[in-house]
């Protein structure tokens, strides 16, 4: 049977849902899990507990603040046994506008899931392609999972969503690293 990947997304104007089809078509095309895509709510976020592997996709809003659906569920990620389950995070944000923060959510949220003793996935080095001042979600130069910016730099998600789920895979463990 093929692994499950659970993204559970909360996105107020789109950008944060079109990046979450973006991530499930480009996993779909390794065939090698099953995903399954949901606006994370009260009635739903007791089904994280069904997936070992977790995407958590939430944009920042209100300068440094969980996405409103997120802001609601926030609480209850404590009654979630993280323990043995893999999580990664994904965000949009405005870097130019919002530059001291920054995908903040990322980083709130990756927190969470140490905090709840969750293996935290996904990280990867930041690029020069970004141009922000601070973010709760970076920590010497490390991003805490895929920062993207629908605002700005819109035509570079596509790239970024691709090189992301490749590392992500691996980090999961879900593919073999391709021989150097
Ligand atoms: C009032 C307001 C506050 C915002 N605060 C932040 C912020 O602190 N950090 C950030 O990176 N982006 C911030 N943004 C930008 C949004 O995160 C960005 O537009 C994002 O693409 C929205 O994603 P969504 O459509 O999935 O909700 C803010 C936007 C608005 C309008």
Redesign the pocket.
């Known amino acids: 049977m093929a692994d499950k990947i659970g993204i559970f997304f909360g996105?107020?104007?789109?950008?944060?849902?079109r990046a979450a089809t973006l991530i499930k078509n480009e996993i779909d095309a390794y065939a090698i899990a099953d995903v399954e895509v949901h606006v994370v709510s009260m009635n739903n976020v007791s089904t994280m507990s069904n997936f070992k592997y977790l995407l958590f996709g939430c944009?920042?809003?209100?300068?440094?603040?969980l996405?409103d659906d997120w802001a609601i569920v926030f609480p209850s990620l404590s009654n979630i046994n993280f323990q043995g389950r893999k999580v990664a995070v994904f965000g949009?944000?405005?870097?130019f506008?919002?530059s001291n923060?920054?995908?903040?959510s990322i980083g709130i949220l990756s927190q969470k899931i140490i905090d709840l003793g969750g293996e935290p996935c996904g990280w990867m080095p930041a690029d020069d392609s970004y141009q922000f001042e601070y973010s709760r979600g970076a920590t010497d130069g490390v991003l805490m999972g895929l920062f993207l910016d629908?605002?700005n730099q819109a035509a570079q998600t596509p790239q970024r969503v691709a090189n992301w789920v490749l590392w992500l895979l691996e980090d999961f463990g879900l593919r073999q690293p391709a021989a150097a």
């Not at 944009?59 to 603040?65: D, L, M, R, S, V």
């Not at 923060?101 to 903040?104: A, H, K, L, Q, T």
């Open positions: 996105s107020s104007t789109g950008a944060t849902e944009p920042t809003w209100n300068i440094g603040e996405q949009c944000g405005d870097q506008g919002y923060s920054f995908n903040d629908e605002d």
